[in-house]
């Protein structure tokens, strides 16, 4: 009796079991022959269509939100000028790091 080839058969057995547990568990599509599968262009078609479910964001179509953040960001900027940590001033020491 060959038990290495009995030992093997199992094996190979167990992880094809495995694999399409896994596959069943997880979503994934099991394609053990490796051939080209339209998977890729239903999963695009299924994005594009769970997409539609949702509106678009709604943030850049209200202007009290927008001019909020950018009060928020001008704020910010004034700030940092105050500190003397304005937009050259961050450049310049990063610059003078980089030279060393």
């Given amino acids: 009796m060959n038990f290495g080839r009995l ?4 094996a190979k057995a ?3 079991g495995v694999a ?3 596959a069943r ?3 994934h599509v099991l394609n053990p022959t490796g051939q080209r599968s339209s998977t890729r262009f239903t999963q695009e078609a ?3 269509k ?5 509106p678009h964001d709604i943030k850049e179509d209200d202007p009290l939100v ?3 953040q950018e009060q928020e960001r001008l704020s910010k900027l ?3 000028k105050r500190r003397e940590r304005g937009l050259r001033r961050v450049k310049a020491s990063r610059l003078k790091s980089h030279i060393k």
């Fill in 7 to 10: 030992k093997n058969v199992v």
């Fill in 14 to 16: 167990a992880v094809e």
């Fill in 20 to 22: 399409e547990a896994r």
């Fill in 25 to 27: 568990i997880f979503g």
């Fill in 46 to 48: 299924h994005r594009e």
């Fill in 50 to 54: 769970v997409s539609q479910w949702y």
């Fill in 66 to 68: 927008m001019a909020r």
């Fill in 78 to 80: 004034e700030m940092l």
